[in-house]
């Protein structure tokens, strides 16, 4: 199990509005997997990007996994966008993840983060502790990956 376990609380980095944004943009681009644009929600998005930091700030979390499985779990059941908050969730999951050092094993297939979303979801089982389960199982520190 990997444990992404910081000294403090200094250095955490976490996704702006603007760039959750800028993510979601680029999903539902021409070309991109398909999706319906339309209004934003950003008191919901305001909210699910407020669940990781009030972890951080508020209950102590210096767990890179738990903050992303938090930041996974908010967005994805936010709902804040009219398509595309799975798709959105996943990706903005990946970058904080990336932002703070850790990443996927490279022995993880593209494919299988989203598949892996859709089958909880079609079980009723879209549960952070699941998501913070898979992220332990599949992340490590940027430095090991290379090796």
């Known amino acids: 199990m990997f444990f992404a376990n910081l000294e403090s609380h200094e250095g955490i980095e976490f996704p702006c509005l603007s760039l959750v944004l800028e993510l979601q943009r680029g999903i539902l681009e021409p070309g991109q997997l398909a999706g319906t644009k339309g209004k934003i929600h950003e008191g919901y998005l305001d909210a ?6 009030n972890a951080y700030h508020y209950g102590g979390q210096c767990d890179l996994i738990v903050l992303a499985s938090y ?18 969730a996943t990706v903005v999951m990946a970058v904080f993840l990336e932002m703070n050092g850790v990443t996927f094993h490279e022995s993880v297939p593209e494919h299988e983060i989203g598949q892996f979303v859709e089958n909880l979801c079609q079980e009723g089982c879209f549960e952070r502790e699941r998501l913070e389960f898979y ?9 090991e990956d290379a090796s």
């Open 135 to 143: 992220l332990r199982t599949r992340c490590c520190w940027i430095e």
């Open 71 to 88: 930041l996974w779990h908010g967005l994805a059941e936010a709902h804040a966008f009219n398509d595309g908050n799975k798709r959105t």
């Open 48 to 53: 699910a990007l407020a669940r990781p930091l």
